[in-house]
């Protein structure tokens, strides 16, 4: 594979990882967080929470203060 083939390539993942995110982001938003569970929530590396997670989207809906 050439330079030119892999840099084509991490452009198109790039792109596809974009839509996905936003496409997360507009899903989340208009999901009413009717089914929810208690897990461990991270938001970065590292950090790790007991949380209310919705079921359906994923999105935190609160942490658990022990």
Not at 21 to 47: M, P, Q, W
Request: proline fraction near 3%; charged fraction near 30%.
């Amino acid at each position: 594979m050439s330079s030119e083939e892999i840099k084509a390539e991490c452009e198109l993942m790039y792109k596809a990882i974009k839509y996905s995110e936003d496409k997360l982001k507009e899903l989340r938003a208009i999901c009413k967080h009717e089914n929810t569970f208690k897990g461990n929530y991270s938001y970065r590396i590292g950090v790790i929470s007991p949380a209310i997670i919705c079921s359906d989207c994923g999105s935190l809906i609160k942490y658990i203060i022990p």
